[in-house]
């Protein structure tokens, strides 16, 4: 895998929550996460940067200015997130990625 996979939504299974991830452009994704005490979802400017074939650092900012970096990797379908919340709490977890479509261009989950 060369680029981020743009027009996709992929399932990231932690420990502490679920999450569904819809890559809706270059610029912007939705996530919503289903479980757990951060239950939400928004749309946020991303951005990624490829690391190597298949592996990408993710981040955004959040509009109560929670910060989110991931380390996506696809070839071994791990995911790894660090996370400092709106009330200043830091969250390091792994979990696992698993795809589920893709969308159609210009099409929002």
């Given at each position: 895998?060369?680029?981020?996979?743009v027009?996709?939504?992929?399932?990231?299974?932690?420990?502490?929550?679920?999450?569904e991830i819809s890559v809706l452009s270059?610029?912007?994704?939705?996530?919503?996460?289903k479980t757990g005490r951060y239950e939400r979802t928004a749309i946020v400017n991303y951005?990624?940067?490829k690391i190597r074939s298949g592996v990408f650092v993710v981040s955004w900012q959040e509009e109560d200015?929670?910060?989110?970096?991931h380390?996506?990797?696809?070839?071994?379908k791990k995911i790894y997130t660090f996370a400092t919340l709106d009330d200043h709490t830091f969250?390091?977890?792994?979990g696992n990625i698993r795809f589920i479509?893709?969308?159609n261009e210009g099409a929002h989950h």
């Open positions: 895998m060369e680029s981020f996979p027009h996709s939504v992929y399932e990231l299974e932690f420990p502490e929550f679920t999450a270059s610029t912007h994704l939705q996530f919503e996460i951005e990624a940067i200015r929670s910060t989110i970096v380390v996506e990797d696809f070839i071994n969250i390091r977890s792994k479509e893709e969308l």
